[in-house]
Protein backbone atom coordinates (compact mmCIF):
# COMPACT_ATOMS: atom_id res chain seq x y z
CA UNK A 1 0.00 0.00 0.00
CA UNK A 2 2.81 2.47 1.00
CA UNK A 3 4.59 1.49 -1.76
CA UNK A 4 1.44 2.28 -4.40
CA UNK A 5 1.06 5.70 -2.56
CA UNK A 6 4.79 6.63 -3.34
CA UNK A 7 4.67 5.95 -7.14
CA UNK A 8 1.62 8.16 -6.99
CA UNK A 9 3.26 10.73 -5.76
CA UNK A 10 6.18 10.20 -8.10
CA UNK A 11 3.80 10.01 -11.19
CA UNK A 12 1.95 13.20 -10.37
CA UNK A 13 4.77 15.23 -9.64
CA UNK A 14 6.81 14.38 -13.00
CA UNK A 15 4.80 16.32 -15.37
CA UNK A 16 6.91 16.06 -18.44
CA UNK A 17 11.02 15.19 -18.57
CA UNK A 18 13.44 17.57 -18.41
CA UNK A 19 15.38 18.31 -21.86
CA UNK A 20 18.42 16.63 -22.47
CA UNK A 21 21.16 18.80 -21.61
CA UNK A 22 22.76 21.03 -24.85
CA UNK A 23 26.09 19.51 -23.59
CA UNK A 24 24.81 16.07 -24.26
CA UNK A 25 23.46 17.40 -27.07
CA UNK A 26 26.65 18.96 -28.55
CA UNK A 27 28.55 15.78 -28.71
CA UNK A 28 26.30 13.46 -29.79
CA UNK A 29 26.19 15.68 -33.38
CA UNK A 30 29.90 16.07 -32.71
CA UNK A 31 30.37 12.23 -32.34
CA UNK A 32 27.85 11.71 -35.66
CA UNK A 33 29.76 14.81 -37.80
CA UNK A 34 33.08 13.02 -37.13
CA UNK A 35 32.50 9.72 -39.10
CA UNK A 36 30.13 7.58 -36.30
CA UNK A 37 27.17 5.42 -37.45
CA UNK A 38 24.10 7.41 -35.84
CA UNK A 39 23.47 4.16 -34.16
CA UNK A 40 26.71 3.50 -32.11
CA UNK A 41 25.99 7.02 -31.02
CA UNK A 42 22.81 6.76 -29.76
CA UNK A 43 23.80 3.67 -27.69
CA UNK A 44 26.44 5.25 -25.93
CA UNK A 45 24.61 7.67 -25.03
CA UNK A 46 21.75 6.53 -24.19
CA UNK A 47 19.04 8.14 -26.29
CA UNK A 48 16.77 6.97 -28.98
CA UNK A 49 17.57 7.28 -32.61
CA UNK A 50 14.75 9.37 -33.37
CA UNK A 51 15.86 11.73 -30.99
CA UNK A 52 18.98 11.73 -32.28
CA UNK A 53 17.58 12.19 -36.00
CA UNK A 54 15.53 15.08 -34.12
CA UNK A 55 18.28 17.24 -33.31
CA UNK A 56 20.08 16.79 -36.35
CA UNK A 57 17.23 17.88 -38.48
CA UNK A 58 16.84 20.84 -35.76
CA UNK A 59 20.50 21.80 -36.33
CA UNK A 60 20.25 21.70 -39.65
CA UNK A 61 16.98 24.00 -39.98
CA UNK A 62 17.94 26.52 -37.09
CA UNK A 63 21.88 26.03 -36.73
CA UNK A 64 21.64 25.18 -33.10
CA UNK A 65 20.20 22.35 -31.48
CA UNK A 66 18.73 23.70 -27.87
CA UNK A 67 15.88 22.62 -26.61
CA UNK A 68 12.90 24.38 -27.53
CA UNK A 69 11.98 26.90 -24.44
CA UNK A 70 8.34 29.58 -23.98
CA UNK A 71 6.47 27.50 -25.82
CA UNK A 72 2.92 27.62 -24.78
CA UNK A 73 2.01 25.57 -22.15
CA UNK A 74 -1.54 25.05 -21.76
CA UNK A 75 -4.94 26.60 -23.56
CA UNK A 76 -5.36 29.79 -25.24
CA UNK A 77 -8.77 31.11 -24.43
CA UNK A 78 -10.90 32.53 -27.09
CA UNK A 79 -12.90 34.19 -24.44
CA UNK A 80 -10.73 36.51 -23.42
CA UNK A 81 -12.72 39.68 -22.78
CA UNK A 82 -13.76 38.66 -19.27
CA UNK A 83 -15.08 42.10 -18.09
CA UNK A 84 -17.68 41.64 -20.91
CA UNK A 85 -17.92 38.12 -20.64
CA UNK A 86 -19.11 38.60 -17.05
CA UNK A 87 -21.93 41.13 -18.16
CA UNK A 88 -22.90 38.45 -20.87
CA UNK A 89 -23.30 35.79 -18.11
CA UNK A 90 -25.57 38.26 -16.54
CA UNK A 91 -27.69 38.87 -19.24
CA UNK A 92 -28.16 35.90 -20.79
CA UNK A 93 -27.65 33.25 -17.84
CA UNK A 94 -30.91 31.94 -18.13
CA UNK A 95 -29.92 30.23 -21.38
CA UNK A 96 -28.11 27.08 -22.06
CA UNK A 97 -24.51 27.21 -23.08
CA UNK A 98 -24.63 25.93 -26.49
CA UNK A 99 -27.61 28.91 -26.49
CA UNK A 100 -24.86 31.29 -25.22
CA UNK A 101 -22.49 30.24 -27.76
CA UNK A 102 -24.68 31.40 -30.56
CA UNK A 103 -25.21 34.69 -28.92
CA UNK A 104 -21.38 35.34 -28.10
CA UNK A 105 -20.37 34.57 -32.05
CA UNK A 106 -16.41 34.54 -32.64
CA UNK A 107 -17.32 31.08 -33.36
CA UNK A 108 -17.18 29.84 -29.78
CA UNK A 109 -18.48 26.45 -28.87
CA UNK A 110 -20.62 24.91 -25.96
CA UNK A 111 -17.19 24.01 -24.45
CA UNK A 112 -15.66 27.38 -24.63
CA UNK A 113 -18.69 28.78 -22.77
CA UNK A 114 -18.24 26.23 -20.21
CA UNK A 115 -14.41 26.54 -19.97
CA UNK A 116 -14.78 30.66 -19.80
CA UNK A 117 -17.90 30.45 -16.82
CA UNK A 118 -15.60 27.96 -14.95
CA UNK A 119 -12.58 30.77 -15.24
CA UNK A 120 -14.84 33.32 -14.20
CA UNK A 121 -16.09 31.18 -11.21
CA UNK A 122 -19.87 30.80 -12.28
CA UNK A 123 -21.43 27.78 -11.87
CA UNK A 124 -24.11 25.92 -13.80
CA UNK A 125 -27.31 24.14 -12.80
CA UNK A 126 -26.52 20.38 -13.27
CA UNK A 127 -30.83 20.08 -13.83
CA UNK A 128 -33.39 21.76 -15.78
CA UNK A 129 -36.36 21.04 -13.07
CA UNK A 130 -36.49 22.47 -9.76
CA UNK A 131 -35.26 21.08 -6.59
CA UNK A 132 -38.45 20.36 -5.47
CA UNK A 133 -39.60 18.42 -8.13
CA UNK A 134 -36.52 16.25 -7.72
CA UNK A 135 -36.73 15.16 -4.11
CA UNK A 136 -38.07 12.00 -3.21
CA UNK A 137 -41.76 11.39 -1.28
CA UNK A 138 -39.77 11.42 2.64
CA UNK A 139 -38.20 14.59 1.60
CA UNK A 140 -40.96 16.65 0.74
CA UNK A 141 -42.84 15.52 3.75
CA UNK A 142 -39.84 16.44 6.11
CA UNK A 143 -39.51 19.82 4.12
CA UNK A 144 -43.12 20.37 5.34
CA UNK A 145 -43.45 19.46 8.43
Request: positive net charge; proline residues 1%.
Amino acid sequence: MLRRKIIKEEIQTTLMPAPYSDDLRQKAIAAVERGERKTDVSRMLNISRNTLDLWLKRKEQTGTCQAITNYQQGNRHKITQWERFREFVRQHGDKTQAQMALLWGDSVSQQNISDAMQKIGVSRKKRLTGIENGMNFSAKRFKNA
